[in-house]
């Protein structure tokens, strides 16, 4: 394995949580992801589902997981099936789980193989009587594709019509929003790593180089500390790019005088860490992209102070919407007297930052969470606001991640440089290390 999973006590306090919420005589059924196919006999890298691999930590296909706590036999509580190796498959694909080390690595004792599903699932669903079933109900999904996990669970219920049908979602989003002591610490490997990548580009970047190019010098520090590369798709957009907000094509020269605006994080061992720096490419922010930096920067540091436990996360939204509003007025941007008279709904300064300033962060980049409930403490926000002036070709968003605390925001990107002044001078250290 390229990277340290977390333990089995984890894994089992992750279903510990699951069951708490699961009423009596629910049996939970998990599925895997599918490896997608691409064309002709080629497909995509595996990614497993993120719920499957919080709740055992198995990163395979054809993985199933069942919870069911009030079987009557204590084998049939927890089952994992796994996909039957062979030597066969050693030879074409390397080893797969042993029944043995998937044991070792989920805590999880009953460990199939997933041929076996289909009549484990026909001796076990009559005993129960509800079905938990999983679906993403994430609240930007929008995806085509049925995923492995939508198939199966059409056939669980064609095969057991009768049966009440749960959502598990819901508690997934729960539990998965509050984050464990190992998964806060492999976020922060995940963040550790990023944060080389950022000090290697700081050296790297000079008037006439390529943001591919920089995005390779990113890819590379990653891969070589254990990452298995970038936990979403990168956004290297230098001057007018950074207004466009989900700019990924990352092909233009970037030239002297303008700002790039890097998007960008690394995934390790599942984990997402995600952060943007903007850096002038010719190592010093000109006066008016110092002032528009630092605009977003005191946005950025008064909306970290306001995540705290007990505020609703639209609350939080409106507030720094509010601060926004005053640093575009400062900027010149918006005038206060439009500002006295516009419409709440649609408030002036989403011309100038017209995204959200927060979400979940965690297996996935953007992560499950309940987004109408109180912030809690151990959850993991990222905190990202922007300017984007299209007439002045300039973007600046800047973006660290925070956990939560019972008292003060803890910023887990404390070590990386964002204030203006350490940014210039660590490209130019950097940068003078890389040329000697
Ligand atoms: N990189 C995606 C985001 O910042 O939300
Ligand atoms: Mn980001
Ligand atoms: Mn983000």
């Known amino acids: 394995m390229r990277y340290q999973p977390l333990s089995a006590a984890t894994y089992r306090e992750h279903r510990a949580r699951f069951r708490q919420a699961m009423e009596k005589g629910g049996l939970a059924i998990f599925h895997s992801n599918d490896i997608m196919p691409t064309s002709a006999d080629g497909s995509m890298p595996f990614k497993q589902a993120s719920d499957i691999f919080y709740l055992s930590g198995i990163d395979q296909e054809e993985t199933v997981l069942l919870l069911f706590p009030d079987a009557v036999d204590a084998k049939d509580r927890e089952i994992l099936f796994v996909r039957e190796t062979s030597e066969l498959l050693a030879i074409w694909e390397g080893a797969k789980f042993s029944q043995k080390e998937a044991t070792e690595l989920s805590g999880i004792a009953t460990v199939l193989w997933t041929t076996s599903y289909e009549a484990t699932i026909k001796r076990l669903v009559p005993q129960c009587e509800h079905l938990y079933l999983n679906s993403n109900e994430h609240l930007r999904q929008g995806n085509e594709v049925e995923t492995r996990e939508a198939r199966k669970n059409k056939e669980t219920c064609a095969q057991f019509p009768l049966h009440s049908v749960k959502r598990s979602a819901p508690i997934m989003h729960r539990i998965r929003s509050r984050k464990t002591k190992e998964e806060v610490e492999q ?13 290697r580009i700081c050296g790297f970047v000079k008037p006439g180089v390529k943001e591919y190019e920089i995005e390779a010098e990113i890819s590379h520090e990653f891969i070589r500390n254990g990452s298995r590369g970038h936990a979403y798709t990168p956004i290297i957009a230098s001057g007018y790019n950074a207004c466009v907000l989900h700019y990924i094509t990352n092909d233009q020269v970037c030239n002297d005088g303008d700002v790039i605006l890097m998007d960008f994080g690394c995934e390790y061992g ?39 436990p007990g505020t609703l996360l639209a609350d939080y939204h409106k507030q720094v919407g509010k601060i926004m ?9 918006i005038d206060k007297n439009d500002v006295a008279k516009q419409d709440p709904e649609k408030p002036l300064y989403k011309k100038y930052f017209m995204h959200g300033t927060s979400h979940f962060l965690g297996l996935d980049v953007h992560d499950v969470g309940l987004w109408n409930e109180m912030i809690h403490p151990d959850m993991v926000f990222t905190v990202e606001p922007g300017i984007y002036i299209r007439e002045e070709k300039l973007g600046i968003r800047l973006e660290n991640n925070i956990l939560t605390t019972r008292d003060n925001p803890i910023d887990l990107f404390a070590d990386i440089p964002v204030e203006a002044d350490a940014v210039e001078e660590m490209m130019n250290r950097v940068g003078k290390k890389v040329m000697a």
Do not use: H, M, W
Not at 287 to 307: G, I
């Open 187 to 199: 976020i922060q490997r995940a963040i550790a790593i990023t944060g080389k990548a950022f000090e």
């Open 325 to 333: 509003e005053g640093e575009l007025i400062g900027l010149g941007l």
């Open 270 to 308: 599942g984990y997402a860490s995600d952060l943007t720096r903007c850096v002038p490419v010719n190592g010093r922010f000109t006066k008016r992209q110092r002032d528009v930096y630092n605009a977003v920067l005191r946005v950025k540091n008064e909306a970290t102070q306001l995540l705290r």
